[in-house]
């Protein structure tokens, strides 16, 4: 077996049901669930009858690159999205089976483990994805920690250089999980100076990129980063978008990858023989769905009520910042962060996450440490009774507010 797969650690959700195990929920309360980011909105009627019109579909094996149509519907949203020049849908664009697979895939092609020393970076709170990628492609995890005092932007000055210069890949997830920041375009210009001094290939997670509060300023994509800064072949970079959370489809696994049409074509070729083509059914809904935005729009609707009124219930109590994007909240914790989340759910029967069983410590801290992630998927009337159930719970542990390292501030200065 590989050996590598021995470094793997439980998920964040193994971890959080080992630590609930050990206490009894308040049965009087209906459960309420806010530690998976799983969507739970509707999944829109037209999605499903266009994946049910083409079941015919079934009778014939996909192409690994998908058909013309879908990547055309790809390449015309990422343009429209991202206020971009032609995207080519036969270079520049594969669709994918969500962006969990293309994200844990893209390691696999891109690490070369037979240089010396190879390292892949990722955010630090992170998808434990981009971990588990690099060490089963044979790399070193290193870590950018996310911290509150710089409104959680990534600080690349943490790593010297002899750590980039092994630099292979590069994850960043904007807007974050679970901190909902969004990467700047002066962020983006350091990173793109950095890959361009060593070479290393960078994967920009957006999977949350269509979940924002302000119908007038959308989230910066990295190709739009790339694009303005005059890097309109999208050197070493590739983009990685999902339908889960835009459209509600999580059970499609629908996704895509766009960027650097080079190292998509080296990519496509490992896809060949990894043998993850999207079902014909799949693909059809896809494309419906990529070519609808009233679907989109009405769904950050629901979210921008739901955080509305969660946040209004918690700010009198604690610090909730609004995130920037995406549907987390990111709250310190008045006490140790596994021992809030096993007496919110022992008294109030309410499911959250440890910010410490996202994170890894690196440079002797871990950056989750005290912090709470709370989805906020559920229906709104949902997600208001757990609000005031968590302000509850605040307020037995918490004197004031409280506003260490300057979280509040700063993060609500980053709003946009």
Same mark, same amino acid.
């Given at each position: ?26 049965? =009087?309360?209906?459960?309420? +669930?806010? =530690? ?25 094996? %996909? ?54 020393? %190879? ?30 005092? +710089? ?128 079902? %014909? ?88 440490? +005290? ?23 605040? =307020?037995?542990? =918490? ?18």
């Amino acid at each position: 077996m590989n050996p590598n797969l021995t470094r793997l650690q439980p998920y964040p959700f193994q971890k959080l049901a080992a630590l609930l195990s050990e206490v009894k929920a308040n049965a =009087s309360l209906r459960p309420i +669930n806010l =530690s998976i980011g799983e969507p739970k909105h509707a999944t829109p009627q037209f999605i499903r009858e266009a994946l049910s019109a083409k079941l015919d579909g079934l009778s014939s094996y %996909p192409a690994t690159a998908g058909s013309e149509t879908l990547r055309a519907a790809i390449a015309a949203w990422i343009e429209r999205r991202y206020r971009l020049p032609r995207i080519d849908p036969v270079k520049q664009v594969l669709p994918v089976n969500g962006s969990r697979e293309a994200l844990f895939a893209f390691a696999q092609a891109v690490v070369n483990a037979s240089r010396e020393g %190879p390292v892949v970076v990722a955010p630090n709170p992170f998808y434990q994805i981009y971990e588990g990628a690099a060490l089963l492609a044979g790399a070193e995890p290193q870590f950018l920690n996310i911290l509150p005092h +710089n409104r959680f932007a990534l600080d690349f000055g943490q790593l010297p250089e002899s750590v980039w210069s092994r630099t292979q890949l590069v994850y960043v997830c904007s807007p974050g999980n679970p901190t909902g920041s969004v990467m700047t375009l002066e962020e983006w210009q350091t990173l793109f100076d950095l890959s361009d001094r060593h070479g290393f290939v960078i994967a920009s997670d957006e999977c949350y990129s269509e979940i924002y509060f302000d119908e007038g300023h959308a989230p910066l994509g990295g190709l739009e980063a790339a694009h303005r800064l005059g890097r309109g072949q999208f050197p070493r970079l590739v983009a990685f978008g999902s339908l889960s959370k835009r459209s509600n489809v999580p059970g499609m696994r629908s996704g895509y990858v766009a960027g650097d049409a080079d190292i998509l074509a080296k990519f496509l070729l490992y896809r060949t023989y990894h043998g993850c083509a999207m079902s %014909p059914a799949v693909q059809a809904a896809s494309t419906a769905a990529w070519q609808d935005e009233e679907h989109v729009r009405d769904n950050r609707r629901l979210y921008r009520e739901k955080f509305q009124k969660a946040v209004a219930l918690l700010a009198e109590v604690t610090d909730a910042p609004m995130p920037q994007a995406a549907f987390y909240l990111w709250l310190r914790t008045p006490i140790a962060d596994t021992e809030f989340a096993k007496r919110l759910f022992e008294q109030y029967n309410v499911s959250v996450v440890p910010g410490s069983f996202l994170a890894r410590e690196a440079r002797g801290v871990n950056p989750g440490a +005290n912090f709470v992630r709370i989805a906020l998927v559920a229906p709104v009337e949902e997600c208001v009774e757990a609000a005031q159930r968590l302000a509850e719970f605040f =307020s037995q542990h =918490s004197q004031g507010k409280n506003r260490n390292d300057g979280f509040a501030v700063g993060h609500r200065e980053g709003l946009r």
